[in-house]
């Protein structure tokens, strides 16, 4: 039988405020275990959540980002359920009225097409504190800082047909906070956490089969292969004449597969209710116009544009928008060089290679946008040759100063005057009768090694379309 598989996925994203949604604590990450849990993370007796206001404009913005409707009315509820991380004995989240409602996030399919994946809500919440089992001999370690981290959980709709199909929703999402300044999108760190929800059906079956949910998977590789595991060993489930159980599973990947953590729970269970502490949250379409009004440029849009203004290809276009400063960046050193297509292969080949190698940030770049649109320019006013300015950018890479700096300190003009150039040709031409009769036979590609050795003598630095052009007029006298 042919299977079809459906993915729907929740994905916790953490909100980048520098205190915590319904307390003053600080979010910071990598502190001494439980030294930014207050008695609000808590849930001491006495104590009363306040609403961090900064949460709201950065969900305001998301829902926005993904064409969503705004729930101008949203309301907290207490979700109750007994661990150990989670010391008030339940997390307030927003179960009926949500504060983004619907929504749609566009994809790019590996043949080229696009594919809209709807987005059901998102809802803020907190997050709960950290079992820690390494180091404790057989016990475990309890860690609140993060407890009260603020969250925005973004259902999908379960549109996705694939385990890719769900990795680019993931990493459009991700793409989209990081660019809405809504999250720092540290995925290392647990800014991004995706439950995946899967079930397979019979292909052409609409109604959709029982599902299983692997929890907290905090990578993209990590949600691609627990997915495919989970496709698989449901086929065999199915295909054995079992039936697949509503589970919740993790996810191990040094097994590389999941395996149940409990089974699942219905909403009952959790007695959810409107938090009593906190009234609901009544929000104005002055507020959200006003959010609207300062959002940046959208991935999708700033793909359209860059292959428009810049006339780049689509891919070079999507590279360079993955993330909002690698475009400032290339947008800068292009205005300043004005040449975007030279930039745009600079950024792509030169800069990102070193930034690799280096596992650098684009923030963290040596060589600055405007010191790389100068070093451009060089090569544009053909002061200095493309493979020189290898050199340079290494030595800008080093701090050695700017491009005219180096350029001055280390005598790396080009030669582009006949008159040097032409004694240097001649002394080649004379030194090597072979090649020239070579050449005058009609063996064309023996202009390479005349060129080679020109600019050998010359260290690299005569100009090599000047170069050529000389050889050429030279060898048929
Ligand atoms: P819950 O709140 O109990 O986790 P929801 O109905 O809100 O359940 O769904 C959670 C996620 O599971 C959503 O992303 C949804 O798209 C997805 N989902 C629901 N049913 C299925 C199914 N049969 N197969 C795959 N995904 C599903
Ligand atoms: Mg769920």
Partial sequence: MEWEAVIGLEIH?????????????????????????CPVDLGLPGVLPVVNAEVFKKAVAFGLGIGAEIGYRSVFDRKNYFYPDLPKGYQITQLQFPIVLGGQVEIALPDGTAKTIGVTRAHL????????HEDFHGMSGIDLNRAGTPLLEVVSEPDMRSAEEAVAYAKYIHQLVCYLDVSDGEMSQGSMRCDANVSIRPKGQTTLGTRTETKNVNSFRFLQRAINFEIARQIDVLEAGDSVLQDTLLYDPALDQTRPMRSKETATDYRYFPEPDLLPVVIDAAYVESIRS???????AKVSRFTAQYGLSKV?????????????YFEQAAEICGDATLTANWVRVELTGQLNRENLAITESAVSAVQLGQLLLRIKDETISGKIAKDVFDAIWQGQGSADEIIAAKGLQQITNTVAIGPIVDEIIANNPKQVEQFRAGREKVLGFFIGQVMQATEGKANPKQ????????LKQ
């Fill in 13 to 37: 994203v953490q909100l980048d405020t520098r205190s915590k949604i319904f307390s003053g604590a600080s979010t910071k990450f990598g502190a001494e275990p439980n030294s930014q849990a």
């Fill in 125 to 132: 919440e907190e997050d709960a504190g950290k079992s820690v």
């Fill in 294 to 300: 300062q959002l940046p440029e959208l991935p999708h």
């Fill in 316 to 328: 070079d276009a999507t590279i360079l928008a993955a993330e909002r400063p690698l475009a400032d």
């Fill in 467 to 474: 170069v050529n052009e000389i050889v050429r007029e030279k």
